[in-house]
């Protein structure tokens, strides 16, 4: 099965004509890239509708930090956060609304407050119950590789082959959406960069996406801002690393990756149209 596409809604992400930006809007008060900032309802909101008009394809909302070691959020709180921004924005921006949670019932209230992406970074495999929500409300599900919990990841990772075991749980986790009743042409796979990986793994992932772009899902990138580009930068803060995870991006959409997940809109879309261009001429 090769899917270049998603289409739902009134939405079409035609892959084959260019990759796509998904834009990073964080409700928390303690995410490692831009915790804090837009932690105010009014601020989210106004955030997201520039995102919007910078060129943003996706926005991604999400209501509890998955960095290592950061506070759990409760499912009530978590909800709190990102249903009035969802509900604000869902109407007033053309661009779909993702929900990044690993709980079926934060998935569940943000459908209803107008999500139509889910992005889960468990895969599935947190609160299984979120394939359910995911098969029913018939949107995109995002299926991330996560070596281990969040709170423990980073702890001295090992894999005797990391390409092949993050596309064999990726190819397991869309068979378990598939059984749940997700339909395969929803499915989105992501390698999960920084997530109990070292700084050679997420390398060697961005290197050797074809791996996975041949399992035949669209493949989801996320590597804005991580620590990985801090270490190769000599030690930058997140802020500080713009330029690098536009390159970090434009590497990742000339090895095979259909959608980017970033904080920096206008950057990444200058650094895609290259890496674009340059594969079109290759092709
Ligand atoms: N990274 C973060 C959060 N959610 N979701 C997906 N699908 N892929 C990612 O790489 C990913 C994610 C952590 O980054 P943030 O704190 O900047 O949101």
Same mark, same amino acid.
């Given at each position: ?161 990391? +390409?092949?075991? +993050? ?110 261009? +340059? ?5």
């Amino acid at each position: 099965m090769t899917t270049r596409c998603l289409a739902w809604d009134r939405w079409t992400f035609d892959f084959d004509q260019r990759p796509h930006i998904m834009a990073v809007l964080n409700i928390t008060p303690d995410s490692f890239s831009d915790g804090g900032e837009h932690f105010d309802e009014n601020e989210a909101v106004a955030h997201g509708f520039s995102l919007a008009l910078a060129g943003a394809d996706v926005l991604d909302i999400g209501g509890e930090s998955t960095r290592p070691g950061a506070q759990e959020v409760n499912e009530a709180e978590e909800i709190r956060r990102v249903a009035p921004v969802i509900r604000a924005l869902a109407d007033r921006v053309r661009i779909p609304i993702s929900i990044d949670t690993y709980k079926a019932s934060v998935a569940k209230a943000a459908i209803d407050a107008g999500a139509r992406i889910i992005n889960d970074i468990s895969a599935g495999r947190f609160d299984p119950d979120i394939l359910g929500v995911a098969a029913e409300a018939d949107v995109p599900l995002i299926l991330m590789h996560m070596k281990g919990q969040p709170r423990t990841m980073q702890q001295n990772p090992e894999y005797a082959d990391v +390409v092949a075991e +993050v596309r064999d749980f990726l190819a397991e986790a869309a068979a378990r959406a598939e059984a749940a009743g997700v339909r395969p042409e929803k499915i989105v796979l992501d390698p999960g960069i920084g997530f109990g990986k070292t700084f050679d793994h997420n390398l060697i992932l961005i290197n050797r996406l074809r791996a996975l772009t041949a399992l035949g899902y669209p493949i989801l990138v996320g590597a804005s801002r991580k620590a990985f580009l801090g270490h190769i930068l000599g030690g930058t803060p997140p802020k500080g690393r713009e330029t690098a995870s536009a390159a970090a991006a434009a590497l990742a959409a000339y090895n095979g990756a259909d959608i980017l997940r970033v904080h920096d809109v206008r950057r990444t879309w200058e650094a895609l149209a290259v890496a674009h261009a +340059v594969k079109r001429e290759h092709a």
